[in-house]
Protein backbone atom coordinates (compact mmCIF):
# COMPACT_ATOMS: atom_id res chain seq x y z
CA UNK A 1 0.00 0.00 0.00
CA UNK A 2 1.05 3.37 -1.19
CA UNK A 3 1.70 5.98 1.55
CA UNK A 4 -1.20 8.31 0.41
CA UNK A 5 -3.13 4.99 0.59
CA UNK A 6 -2.48 4.12 4.02
CA UNK A 7 -3.20 7.81 4.68
CA UNK A 8 -6.33 7.28 3.28
CA UNK A 9 -7.42 4.28 5.22
CA UNK A 10 -6.45 5.97 8.80
CA UNK A 11 -8.57 8.76 7.74
CA UNK A 12 -11.45 6.80 7.08
CA UNK A 13 -11.01 4.45 10.19
CA UNK A 14 -10.57 7.14 12.43
CA UNK A 15 -14.26 8.77 10.90
CA UNK A 16 -16.08 5.61 11.70
CA UNK A 17 -14.34 5.26 15.24
CA UNK A 18 -15.76 8.99 15.83
CA UNK A 19 -18.92 8.00 14.15
CA UNK A 20 -20.10 5.31 16.63
CA UNK A 21 -23.21 4.37 14.98
CA UNK A 22 -21.81 3.30 11.64
CA UNK A 23 -18.34 2.61 12.73
CA UNK A 24 -19.41 0.14 15.55
CA UNK A 25 -22.50 -1.42 13.57
CA UNK A 26 -21.98 -4.35 11.13
CA UNK A 27 -21.29 -1.82 8.51
CA UNK A 28 -18.27 -0.57 10.18
CA UNK A 29 -16.83 -4.03 10.41
CA UNK A 30 -17.51 -4.59 6.57
CA UNK A 31 -15.77 -1.27 5.55
CA UNK A 32 -12.77 -1.91 7.86
CA UNK A 33 -12.28 -5.05 6.89
CA UNK A 34 -11.95 -4.01 3.35
CA UNK A 35 -9.23 -1.44 4.01
CA UNK A 36 -7.56 -4.37 5.39
CA UNK A 37 -6.15 -5.62 2.42
CA UNK A 38 -9.69 -6.20 0.88
CA UNK A 39 -10.70 -9.25 3.17
CA UNK A 40 -11.87 -10.43 6.00
CA UNK A 41 -9.55 -8.17 8.32
CA UNK A 42 -5.55 -9.09 9.38
CA UNK A 43 -4.81 -12.51 8.02
CA UNK A 44 -4.16 -15.55 10.43
CA UNK A 45 -1.99 -18.50 9.69
CA UNK A 46 -4.30 -22.22 9.63
CA UNK A 47 -2.97 -23.64 12.54
CA UNK A 48 -1.43 -20.23 14.44
CA UNK A 49 -2.56 -21.69 17.92
CA UNK A 50 -1.54 -25.22 17.14
CA UNK A 51 -0.31 -26.07 20.80
CA UNK A 52 -1.94 -23.11 22.84
CA UNK A 53 -4.11 -23.11 25.25
CA UNK A 54 -6.61 -20.67 25.96
CA UNK A 55 -9.23 -19.80 28.85
CA UNK A 56 -12.38 -17.98 27.68
CA UNK A 57 -15.05 -16.61 30.48
CA UNK A 58 -18.66 -16.42 29.38
CA UNK A 59 -18.01 -18.93 26.42
CA UNK A 60 -21.52 -20.79 26.56
CA UNK A 61 -23.43 -18.25 24.61
CA UNK A 62 -22.66 -15.03 22.76
CA UNK A 63 -18.96 -14.14 21.56
CA UNK A 64 -17.67 -16.36 24.26
CA UNK A 65 -18.85 -19.10 21.88
CA UNK A 66 -17.78 -17.40 18.98
CA UNK A 67 -14.40 -16.58 20.00
CA UNK A 68 -13.95 -20.05 21.24
CA UNK A 69 -15.19 -21.76 18.23
CA UNK A 70 -12.74 -19.47 16.68
CA UNK A 71 -9.35 -19.88 18.99
CA UNK A 72 -10.18 -23.86 18.21
CA UNK A 73 -10.33 -23.82 14.39
CA UNK A 74 -6.87 -22.04 14.62
CA UNK A 75 -5.81 -25.15 16.56
CA UNK A 76 -5.55 -23.80 20.34
CA UNK A 77 -7.07 -25.91 23.40
CA UNK A 78 -10.39 -24.14 24.72
CA UNK A 79 -11.07 -24.19 28.26
CA UNK A 80 -14.77 -22.91 28.39
CA UNK A 81 -15.28 -21.16 31.24
CA UNK A 82 -18.85 -21.20 32.26
CA UNK A 83 -21.36 -20.81 35.20
CA UNK A 84 -23.63 -23.77 33.82
CA UNK A 85 -22.55 -26.45 32.66
CA UNK A 86 -25.12 -27.96 30.84
CA UNK A 87 -25.32 -24.49 29.17
CA UNK A 88 -21.69 -25.41 28.37
CA UNK A 89 -21.86 -28.69 27.15
CA UNK A 90 -24.60 -27.61 24.74
CA UNK A 91 -21.61 -24.63 23.44
CA UNK A 92 -19.10 -27.32 23.04
CA UNK A 93 -20.89 -29.27 21.52
CA UNK A 94 -22.10 -26.71 18.86
CA UNK A 95 -17.71 -25.91 18.69
CA UNK A 96 -17.13 -29.67 18.07
CA UNK A 97 -19.71 -29.82 15.21
CA UNK A 98 -17.77 -26.91 13.30
CA UNK A 99 -14.29 -28.26 13.94
CA UNK A 100 -14.92 -32.08 14.87
CA UNK A 101 -10.86 -32.41 15.62
CA UNK A 102 -10.97 -29.88 18.30
CA UNK A 103 -9.21 -30.41 22.13
CA UNK A 104 -12.48 -28.19 24.16
CA UNK A 105 -13.30 -28.65 27.34
CA UNK A 106 -16.05 -27.40 29.86
CA UNK A 107 -15.18 -26.32 33.36
CA UNK A 108 -17.49 -23.99 35.86
CA UNK A 109 -16.32 -21.19 36.94
CA UNK A 110 -19.02 -18.61 38.54
CA UNK A 111 -16.72 -15.26 37.61
CA UNK A 112 -18.52 -12.84 40.04
CA UNK A 113 -17.62 -15.13 43.29
CA UNK A 114 -14.01 -14.82 44.03
CA UNK A 115 -14.22 -18.53 46.24
CA UNK A 116 -15.36 -20.46 43.10
CA UNK A 117 -12.30 -18.34 41.06
CA UNK A 118 -9.98 -19.67 43.34
CA UNK A 119 -11.34 -23.30 43.00
CA UNK A 120 -11.33 -23.36 39.28
CA UNK A 121 -7.90 -21.54 39.58
CA UNK A 122 -6.80 -24.81 41.63
CA UNK A 123 -8.38 -27.33 39.29
CA UNK A 124 -6.77 -25.23 36.01
CA UNK A 125 -3.31 -25.23 37.83
CA UNK A 126 -3.36 -28.77 38.91
CA UNK A 127 -4.21 -29.79 35.03
CA UNK A 128 -2.88 -27.35 32.56
CA UNK A 129 0.77 -27.35 31.65
CA UNK A 130 0.74 -23.70 30.78
CA UNK A 131 -2.17 -21.01 29.68
CA UNK A 132 -0.96 -18.99 26.54
CA UNK A 133 -4.14 -16.58 26.76
CA UNK A 134 -6.90 -16.12 29.26
CA UNK A 135 -10.06 -14.07 27.51
CA UNK A 136 -12.41 -12.32 30.29
CA UNK A 137 -15.29 -12.45 27.98
CA UNK A 138 -18.51 -13.05 30.87
CA UNK A 139 -20.62 -10.13 31.68
CA UNK A 140 -24.20 -9.34 33.47
CA UNK A 141 -26.39 -6.27 32.75
CA UNK A 142 -28.53 -6.44 36.17
CA UNK A 143 -32.06 -4.63 36.20
CA UNK A 144 -31.42 -3.84 39.77
CA UNK A 145 -28.49 -3.67 42.20
CA UNK A 146 -27.43 -6.93 43.68
CA UNK A 147 -24.40 -8.33 45.39
CA UNK A 148 -22.03 -11.46 45.23
CA UNK A 149 -21.48 -14.25 47.51
CA UNK A 150 -18.87 -11.69 49.07
CA UNK A 151 -21.08 -8.68 49.13
CA UNK A 152 -19.82 -6.92 46.09
CA UNK A 153 -21.59 -4.76 43.61
CA UNK A 154 -22.98 -7.73 40.62
CA UNK A 155 -21.01 -5.70 37.76
CA UNK A 156 -18.11 -4.59 39.70
CA UNK A 157 -17.84 -8.35 41.14
CA UNK A 158 -18.02 -9.84 37.07
CA UNK A 159 -16.42 -7.45 35.25
CA UNK A 160 -13.44 -6.25 37.61
CA UNK A 161 -12.88 -8.17 40.77
CA UNK A 162 -13.37 -11.72 39.65
CA UNK A 163 -11.19 -11.34 36.23
CA UNK A 164 -8.33 -9.71 38.06
CA UNK A 165 -8.58 -12.51 40.97
CA UNK A 166 -8.21 -15.12 37.94
CA UNK A 167 -5.45 -13.78 36.02
CA UNK A 168 -3.79 -13.36 39.49
CA UNK A 169 -4.21 -16.66 40.27
CA UNK A 170 -3.11 -18.31 36.63
CA UNK A 171 0.04 -16.50 36.54
CA UNK A 172 1.81 -19.19 37.15
CA UNK A 173 0.42 -21.01 34.02
CA UNK A 174 1.16 -17.62 32.05
CA UNK A 175 4.66 -17.76 33.10
CA UNK A 176 4.66 -21.27 31.03
CA UNK A 177 3.94 -19.76 27.89
CA UNK A 178 5.86 -18.38 25.15
CA UNK A 179 4.13 -15.21 24.85
CA UNK A 180 1.31 -14.80 27.14
CA UNK A 181 -1.71 -12.61 26.57
CA UNK A 182 -4.66 -11.49 29.07
CA UNK A 183 -7.67 -10.05 27.05
CA UNK A 184 -10.03 -8.00 28.39
CA UNK A 185 -13.61 -7.45 26.47
CA UNK A 186 -14.74 -4.45 27.25
CA UNK A 187 -17.75 -2.59 25.35
CA UNK A 188 -18.26 0.91 23.64
CA UNK A 189 -20.11 2.10 26.54
CA UNK A 190 -17.33 3.15 28.16
CA UNK A 191 -16.64 5.98 26.65
CA UNK A 192 -19.73 7.47 28.35
CA UNK A 193 -18.48 7.37 31.94
CA UNK A 194 -15.03 7.79 33.70
CA UNK A 195 -13.66 6.95 36.82
CA UNK A 196 -15.65 6.31 39.81
CA UNK A 197 -13.39 5.05 42.11
CA UNK A 198 -14.99 7.10 44.90
CA UNK A 199 -17.84 4.57 44.69
CA UNK A 200 -16.57 1.44 43.18
CA UNK A 201 -19.50 -0.78 44.50
CA UNK A 202 -21.82 1.98 43.27
CA UNK A 203 -23.76 2.52 46.59
CA UNK A 204 -24.31 6.45 45.50
CA UNK A 205 -27.23 7.39 43.74
CA UNK A 206 -29.76 6.20 41.35
CA UNK A 207 -28.59 2.21 40.76
CA UNK A 208 -29.29 1.44 37.06
CA UNK A 209 -28.16 -1.24 35.13
CA UNK A 210 -26.82 0.08 31.87
CA UNK A 211 -24.42 2.38 33.82
CA UNK A 212 -23.44 -0.15 36.25
CA UNK A 213 -21.97 -1.96 33.74
CA UNK A 214 -20.34 0.82 31.62
CA UNK A 215 -18.48 2.22 34.98
CA UNK A 216 -17.10 -1.53 35.19
CA UNK A 217 -16.13 -1.31 31.74
CA UNK A 218 -14.33 1.61 31.97
CA UNK A 219 -12.93 0.25 35.23
CA UNK A 220 -11.61 -2.55 32.89
CA UNK A 221 -9.37 -0.12 30.50
CA UNK A 222 -8.06 1.76 33.40
CA UNK A 223 -6.60 -0.82 35.05
CA UNK A 224 -4.78 -2.12 31.93
CA UNK A 225 -1.21 -0.56 33.29
CA UNK A 226 -0.97 -1.49 36.94
CA UNK A 227 -2.13 -4.55 35.75
CA UNK A 228 0.56 -4.72 32.98
CA UNK A 229 3.32 -4.20 35.06
CA UNK A 230 2.28 -6.29 37.88
CA UNK A 231 2.52 -9.21 35.25
CA UNK A 232 5.67 -7.77 33.78
CA UNK A 233 8.09 -10.74 35.33
CA UNK A 234 5.97 -13.22 33.28
CA UNK A 235 6.14 -10.84 30.21
CA UNK A 236 2.24 -11.23 29.60
CA UNK A 237 0.77 -8.66 26.97
CA UNK A 238 -2.49 -7.04 28.57
CA UNK A 239 -4.91 -5.92 26.36
CA UNK A 240 -8.75 -4.84 26.47
CA UNK A 241 -10.73 -4.64 23.32
CA UNK A 242 -14.54 -3.52 22.58
CA UNK A 243 -16.57 -5.21 20.20
CA UNK A 244 -19.01 -2.36 18.52
CA UNK A 245 -22.59 -3.33 19.15
CA UNK A 246 -23.09 -6.87 18.67
CA UNK A 247 -26.31 -9.42 18.12
CA UNK A 248 -26.15 -11.64 21.34
CA UNK A 249 -29.04 -12.93 23.97
CA UNK A 250 -27.75 -10.69 26.32
CA UNK A 251 -28.23 -7.82 24.58
CA UNK A 252 -31.81 -8.98 23.15
CA UNK A 253 -32.66 -9.43 26.81
CA UNK A 254 -31.49 -6.81 28.92
CA UNK A 255 -31.32 -3.79 26.34
CA UNK A 256 -34.91 -4.65 24.30
CA UNK A 257 -35.05 -1.17 23.56
CA UNK A 258 -31.60 -0.51 22.05
CA UNK A 259 -32.03 -4.01 20.27
CA UNK A 260 -35.55 -3.16 18.78
CA UNK A 261 -33.80 0.21 17.74
CA UNK A 262 -30.54 -0.97 16.15
CA UNK A 263 -31.32 -4.88 15.74
CA UNK A 264 -31.05 -4.29 12.08
CA UNK A 265 -27.30 -3.25 12.31
CA UNK A 266 -25.98 -5.58 15.07
CA UNK A 267 -22.87 -7.35 14.43
CA UNK A 268 -22.43 -11.57 14.37
CA UNK A 269 -21.03 -12.54 17.59
CA UNK A 270 -17.75 -13.78 14.98
CA UNK A 271 -17.72 -10.00 14.04
CA UNK A 272 -17.81 -9.02 17.44
CA UNK A 273 -15.27 -12.37 18.36
CA UNK A 274 -13.12 -11.55 15.49
CA UNK A 275 -10.88 -9.35 17.17
CA UNK A 276 -10.38 -10.63 20.18
CA UNK A 277 -9.45 -13.92 18.28
CA UNK A 278 -6.65 -12.03 16.57
CA UNK A 279 -5.14 -10.83 19.88
CA UNK A 280 -4.54 -14.06 21.28
CA UNK A 281 -3.32 -15.70 17.99
CA UNK A 282 -1.25 -12.54 16.08
CA UNK A 283 2.22 -13.13 15.96
CA UNK A 284 2.74 -9.61 15.51
CA UNK A 285 4.35 -7.64 19.04
CA UNK A 286 1.55 -5.51 20.66
CA UNK A 287 1.97 -2.57 22.28
CA UNK A 288 0.80 -3.23 26.01
CA UNK A 289 -2.13 -1.76 28.20
CA UNK A 290 -4.05 -0.57 25.33
CA UNK A 291 -7.29 -0.59 23.86
CA UNK A 292 -8.43 -1.91 20.84
CA UNK A 293 -11.43 -2.39 18.43
CA UNK A 294 -11.48 -3.60 14.89
CA UNK A 295 -7.49 -4.57 14.80
CA UNK A 296 -6.25 -1.32 16.06
CA UNK A 297 -5.59 0.55 19.39
CA UNK A 298 -8.34 3.35 19.80
CA UNK A 299 -8.33 6.31 22.01
CA UNK A 300 -9.48 5.97 25.87
CA UNK A 301 -11.27 8.81 25.98
CA UNK A 302 -13.50 10.85 24.06
CA UNK A 303 -15.24 13.11 25.95
CA UNK A 304 -13.48 15.33 28.42
CA UNK A 305 -15.65 14.81 31.25
CA UNK A 306 -14.69 11.26 31.50
CA UNK A 307 -10.87 11.85 32.09
CA UNK A 308 -9.56 10.79 35.16
CA UNK A 309 -6.13 11.40 37.40
CA UNK A 310 -3.31 8.36 37.76
CA UNK A 311 -4.28 9.23 41.82
CA UNK A 312 -8.48 8.20 41.00
CA UNK A 313 -6.78 5.18 38.91
CA UNK A 314 -4.34 3.94 41.98
CA UNK A 315 -7.15 4.38 44.53
CA UNK A 316 -9.62 2.21 42.22
CA UNK A 317 -6.27 -0.48 41.80
CA UNK A 318 -5.47 -0.38 45.65
CA UNK A 319 -9.57 -1.19 46.22
CA UNK A 320 -9.64 -4.10 43.63
CA UNK A 321 -5.84 -5.48 45.43
CA UNK A 322 -7.69 -5.47 48.96
CA UNK A 323 -11.32 -6.42 47.79
CA UNK A 324 -9.68 -9.79 46.12
CA UNK A 325 -7.12 -10.29 49.00
CA UNK A 326 -9.43 -10.00 51.79
Not at 56 to 72: E, R, W
Not at 259 to 281: C, E, F, K, N, Y
Request: net charge positive; charged share 25%; proline share 6%.
Amino acid sequence: MTDAGHALRMMADSALDRTVVPGYSRFGYALRARLWRGGEGPDLADGALAGGIVAVTGANSGIGKAVSTQLAGLGAQVVMLVRNTSKGADARDEVLRAHPQADVRVERCDVSDLDAVRSTARRLRSSLPKLDALVHNAGVLPESRGESAQGHEITLATHVLGPFLLTEEMRPLLAGAARPRVVFVSSGGMYTQTLHSEDPEYRCGQFRGATAYARTKRMQVALLPPLAERLSGEKVTVAAMHPGWVETPGVARSLPGFHRLVGAILRSPDQGADTITWLVATGRELPGARLWHDWAPRPEHYLPRTRYSADDRDALWRYVRSAVEG
